[in-house]
């Protein structure tokens, strides 16, 4: 009976060892959960701010283009200016010229 107990005893003791390991491998799967957990909230804070620096860039991207057409637009309403001053110009010339011819006959 003695041995009996002796038995019981040493695999109480067996059975404690493996219930206090089996305590620690959980804690440090709860830890590893954790980092995990840590890690992933991280990660999907970052590609939120991704996200916001993406579209801001899109915004800025669409705010450029806009000021580029108003330029083209500008330049080309410019050169439009620049053709009929231009035009002018040559019209005064001619008229210029006839003026000359018309001085140059009455003298």
Known sequence: MSKRVASIQDNTAVAATAVVDIS???RQI???QSNIAVAIDQQS???REISRIVA???MGSSTIASSIFQVAE???SALDEVGEASQGALDLSHMSNELNQLVAFYR
């Open 45 to 47: 804070m970052t590609t």
């Open 30 to 32: 709860s830890e590893i």
């Open 74 to 76: 500008e330049a080309k």
């Open 56 to 58: 801001e860039a899109a």
């Open 24 to 26: 620690e491998i959980i």
